[in-house]
């Protein structure tokens, strides 16, 4: 099983909303990861997990706030959001945070901010 | 600093027709390289990687990839496409010290009938 799953599929909030996306492998992968990708655009690396702690962050703005509770559990807390943050959101996994692991990509939650 | 370049933002195929994309990279040490797709509205799903050994490598879908030092290339390649590879390709490079990947900016395949 190389599946990882994200909930939702799509997701329409307001700039004053506080919502959740949720990923999940039961792949027994350590390594777990955050991308956005604007239309058009390749993703980019938001936050990377290694062993439920995290490793990575992007620079990220603090509307975005990662959390992972078990090792096969990623969310991403969102709140105040703005209009510019609309993208396909990607989850990925790995065995491990290195360069040599293939990352397993989830189908993504597509979000709308308005 | 790695990178990844696509030089081809869209490409039109003939159905049956081969097909090349062109990836180019540049970083300092062995490079990790990897072939994603991407259907419109979907995730990415690797085709193939190469770390080392053989430079010639295999993939799913019939896809193929040469990995070429000398040129810094790493480009995919497939015989005859089909109607259902049009997608979105995109090159990466296995390259931050945490394993994260620098992707290029993609290549657009379109396939006509």
């Known amino acids: 099983d190389t599946e990882v799953t994200q909930t939702p599929k799509h997701l329409v909030m307001g700039m004053t909303n506080k919502k959740s996306l949720k990923c999940e492998q039961h792949?027994?992968?350590?390594?777990m990861y955050w991308y956005k990708q604007k239309a058009k655009k390749p993703p980019e690396l938001m936050f990377v997990y290694s062993y439920e702690k995290l490793s990575i962050n992007e620079s990220v703005p603090s509307r975005f706030s990662p959390e992972c509770p078990n090792s096969s559990l990623l969310n991403l807390h969102l709140h105040a959001l703005q209009p510019e943050d609309s993208a396909l959101y990607l989850c990925a996994s790995s065995q491990k945070a290195v360069l040599t692991d293939t990352q397993y990509f989830g189908p993504g939650t597509r979000l709308t901010v308005l | 600093a790695q990178s990844v370049t696509q030089p081809d933002i869209h490409i039109t195929v003939s159905e049956g027709a081969s097909l090349e994309l062109r990836c180019n990279y540049s970083y300092g040490a062995t490079p990790y390289l990897f072939w994603y797709v991407q259907s419109p509205g979907q995730g990415l799903q690797l085709l193939l990687k190469?770390?080392?050994?053989?430079?010639l490598v295999q993939g799913i879908k019939g896809f193929e990839a040469e990995f070429k030092r000398s040129q810094s290339s790493f480009n995919l390649r497939k015989p005859s496409v089909h109607w259902s590879d049009a997608a979105e390709y995109f090159c990466?490079?296995?390259?931050?010290?945490?394993?994260?990947?620098?992707f290029g900016k993609g290549t657009k395949l379109s396939v006509k009938p």
């Open positions: 990466a490079v296995g390259g931050g010290s945490q394993g994260n990947l620098i």
């Open positions: 792949m027994g992968h350590r390594a």
């Open positions: 190469y770390f080392s050994g053989d430079t």
